[in-house]
């Protein structure tokens, strides 16, 4: 599992809730400006995995900071 969430993956994003507990799923993606700053994120969900993070990905292409 340690390699499915880590950066770079597909499943590298990770939430923790009120109560502690850890979720992690794909199709998110971290936007970055041109100094490498974090800007936002986009994600996806309704496909697979690897649907959702190239829909992710294809978004990330579109922005422009």
Known sequence: MAEAVSVGQ???IAVVDDSGR???FGGGVL???AAGNVAGGV???AG???QDH???EAGRA???A
């Open 22 to 24: 850890l979720a992690v």
């Open 43 to 45: 994600g996806a969900s």
């Open 62 to 64: 579109a922005f422009t």
């Open 54 to 56: 190239q829909v992710a």
């Open 31 to 33: 936007l970055r400006d």
């Open 10 to 12: 597909p499943m590298n």
């Open 48 to 50: 697979s995995v690897e």
